[in-house]
């Protein structure tokens, strides 16, 4: 279980499943990895993904709810 990588999504208000199919698409950790909990190499991933420039890192953000 990774809570590297379970601690960096919650902390930047990351949606988790874009967070994987980034990581899966690059080949950061395995295909078969669905949840943040799955990656065996979360730092490894967690480290990659602090070297992503802004403007990838925002288009993993959740989608925020608008007031009604």
Known sequence: MSESL?????AHGLDET???NLLQEHGKCSDTAVWAQ???????????L????A???RLLERPRKEAA
């Not at 990656?39 to 480290?47: H, L, R, S």
């Open 6 to 10: 379970r601690a960096y999504i919650a």
């Open 18 to 20: 874009a967070v994987m």
């Open 38 to 48: 799955d990656v065996g190499n979360g730092g490894q991933c967690v480290q990659w």
């Open 50 to 53: 602090h070297g992503q420039d």
């Open 55 to 57: 403007m990838t890192i």
